[in-house]
């Protein structure tokens, strides 16, 4: 079973860094699969923030990814989100969870296959 | 990029049958997934490329597609049910991922 737990400061000051790390059981990040970052803001609905490989590729929110920074510790099975220059809108259930990539096919198959329980996260002063 | 789009509601009677769309507004078609998330709860997935259902996914829920648009069925809705439903799906490359706005689910 894959288990994905999140951690990180649950209060953010406008204008600072919003940093998070998400710790994988029963799985080796670095065995394969893609890995990700999905927000929820409250009573709004998913928004994809980022996915990538361990050893390569990362691929980002267009509207976010000049804020985001995606780092890999294989060492600690763990990932990790930095948003910087945070504001209000910020403000969400930040989710890690395993991407299920697989581009082999005439149609590729790309989902979210395993999901942490989420944890809100608050931009305020 | 695209946008996938949900109905924000739907509301159907214990027993009856539950129909979700989420149509997509370009081309080429892709495959699409749902995930139910209840209240305070993480999504998970109940539906996998178009139709195919995860092991432990109750057979009342099942998954079909004609062109733009792809349908979450639920057949004999139960109160347990009733949740918010999100459709996804990616690009050709799989590296632009994209959430329907979601449908709440109501069960009367």
């Known amino acids: 079973q894959v288990l994905l737990q999140e951690s990180g400061p649950g209060l953010v000051k406008p204008s600072e860094t919003l940093s998070l790390t998400c710790a994988v059981s029963g799985y080796s990040i670095s065995s394969g699969y893609f890995w990700g970052w999905i927000r929820q803001t409250p009573g709004k609905g998913l928004e994809w923030v980022a996915t990538f490989y361990h050893s390569g590729n990362t691929y980002y929110n267009p509207s976010l990814k000049s804020r985001v920074t995606i780092s890999i510790d294989t060492s600690k099975n763990q990932f990790s989100l930095r948003l910087s220059s945070v504001t209000a809108a910020d403000t969400a259930v930040y989710y890690c969870?395993?991407?299920?990539?697989?581009?082999?096919?005439?149609?590729?198959?790309?989902?979210?296959?395993?999901w942490s329980q989420g944890t809100l996260v608050t931009v305020s002063s | 990029s695209f946008e996938l789009t949900q109905p924000p509601s739907v509301s159907v009677s214990p027993g009856q049958t539950a129909r979700i769309p989420c149509s997509a507004d370009a081309l080429p078609k892709q495959y699409a997934y749902w995930y139910r998330q209840k209240p305070g709860q993480a999504p998970i997935l109940v539906i996998y490329?178009?139709?195919e259902r995860p092991s432990g996914i109750p057979e009342r829920f099942s998954g079909s597609s004609s062109g733009t648009t792809v349908t979450l069925t639920i057949s004999g809705v139960q109160a347990e049910d009733e949740a918010e439903y999100y459709c996804?799906?990616?690009?050709?490359?799989?590296?632009?991922?994209?959430f329907g706005g979601g449908t709440k689910l109501t069960v009367l």
């Open positions: 969870a395993r991407y299920y990539y697989d581009g082999s096919g005439s149609l590729g198959e790309y989902y979210f296959d395993y």
């Open positions: 996804q799906s990616a690009d050709s490359s799989g590296a632009f991922v994209v």
């Open positions: 490329k178009d139709s």
